[in-house]
C-alpha cells in the first residue's frame, strides 16, 4: 500500500516562497518514481516536477524551471518541493505522486493534495 503524507501549503504573496513536504515509506522511494503533480479547474492536471528513472537531472515543467526544486531526504523518507518567487499562476492543489515514470505521474498514487494560494 502507498501511502504519502503530505504537509505544507498556503496563502502566499507573489514573490513569496513555500516549501511542500510529502512523507512516506521506504519501500516506496525504492520502488516508484516520486514527484509532484498539481491541478487547477481550467488547466486540469500537470507534473510540476519529478525524479527521472535514469540520470540526474528531475524533471521540471518549463514554467517552474529556476523557479522550484525537487529533493529529497531518504532518511526521512521524504520529498520536498521547495518553490520560490511565486506566482498568481502557480495557484493550485498540489499532489506529491507516485508512479511508474516521471511522465505517468498523473495516473500514479497520490497524496492527500496541498492547496497553494499565490495572491497579488
Known amino acids: 500500500q502507498v501511502q504519502l503524507e503530505q504537509s505544507g501549503g498556503g496563502s502566499v504573496r507573489a514573490g513569496d516562497s513555500l516549501t511542500l513536504s510529502c512523507r512516506t515509506s521506504?519501500?516506496?522511494?525504492?520502488?516508484?518514481?516520486m514527484g509532484w503533480v498539481r491541478q487547477t479547474p481550467e488547466e486540469g492536471r500537470e507534473v510540476v516536477a519529478a525524479?527521472?528513472?535514469?540520470?540526474?537531472?528531475?524533471y521540471y515543467t518549463p514554467s517552474v524551471k529556476g523557479r522550484f526544486t525537487i529533493s529529497r531526504d531518504d532518511a526521512l523518507n521524504t520529498v520536498y518541493l521547495q518553490m520560490k518567487s511565486l506566482r498568481v499562476d502557480d495557484t493550485a492543489v498540489y499532489y506529491c505522486?507516485?508512479?511508474?515514470?516521471?511522465?505517468?505521474?498523473?495516473?500514479?498514487?497520490w497524496g492527500q493534495g496541498s492547496q497553494v494560494t499565490v495572491f497579488s
Open positions: 521506504e519501500r516506496t522511494l525504492a520502488r516508484y518514481v
Open positions: 525524479f527521472q528513472r535514469t540520470g540526474n537531472n528531475p
Open positions: 505522486a507516485a508512479g511508474t515514470s516521471a511522465a505517468t505521474l498523473s495516473a500514479g498514487y
